[in-house]
């Protein structure tokens, strides 16, 4: 695999189209056997779980499965912003439900305890989350997924839903910051 550019960066291979569809298969089959009691309804958050989401319920693959989709951002260039902007709230009603949030990566975990924050005011029975990546040495709050795909080190990754500034969600590996070689 190559190194690629996007704007003002150079990115390296980090995990392989392989790895991930392995990891996203036994992922769903754990949430299958944990969620067997349970009639959740899934919520997809806009835009960087977009990819993860439908791997995961198309594997997933029960009939009655039901998803929703939440827009937040708090991500500008390659850091948090710490602020929590709403683009498109919830259009279902979750009240007494079982919810499973699915995320593409946990970072500061700012987001985490806004979303179980709102969901509560919104009266939902539990909140869960799946996130296909988890960042610990960046999670500055208590909050952390029930599930995740892979742990990894606090670098900035993109490809497979996630960008940057909008470019490299349909990339199918995942790819990492180049670091930058100091030249004498
Ligand atoms: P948190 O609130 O800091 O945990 O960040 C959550 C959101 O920031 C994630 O759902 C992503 O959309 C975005 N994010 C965090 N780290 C990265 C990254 O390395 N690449 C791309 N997006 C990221
Ligand atoms: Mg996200």
Redesign the pocket.
């Known amino acids: 695999m190559k190194n690629i550019r996007l704007q003002d960066l150079e990115f390296e291979p980090f995990i392989s189209e392989e790895e991930i569809k392995q990891r996203v298969h036994a992922l769903a089959q754990e949430l299958k056997a944990a969620l067997a009691e349970e009639n959740p309804v899934f919520v997809c958050?806009l835009s960087?779980?977009f990819i993860f989401a439908a791997d995961l319920l198309r594997a997933y693959d029960k009939d009655n499965t039901e998803i929703s989709f939440l827009k937040w951002s708090?991500?500008q260039g390659?850091s948090?912003k710490g602020k929590m902007t709403e683009h498109l709230p919830l259009l279902i009603d979750v009240k007494g439900r079982t919810v499973v949030i699915i995320?593409?990566?946990?970072?500061?975990?700012?987001?985490?305890e806004a979303l179980h924050q709102h969901l509560k005011e919104k009266d939902v029975k539990k909140s869960l989350v799946v996130s296909l990546l988890y960042?610990p040495q960046?999670c500055i709050t208590n909050y952390r997924p029930d599930w995740f795909g892979f742990e990894i080190p606090s670098?900035?990754?993109?490809g497979y839903g996630?960008?940057?500034n909008e470019q490299g969600r349909l990339l199918k590996s995942i790819y990492t910051l180049k670091e930058k070689t100091s030249s004498c």
Do not use: C, H, P, W
């Not at 995320?103 to 985490?112: A, H």
């Open positions: 958050m960087g779980a708090s991500y390659t948090s995320e593409d990566i946990v970072d500061s975990g700012r987001t985490l960042k960046a670098k900035f990754v993109l996630m960008d940057y």
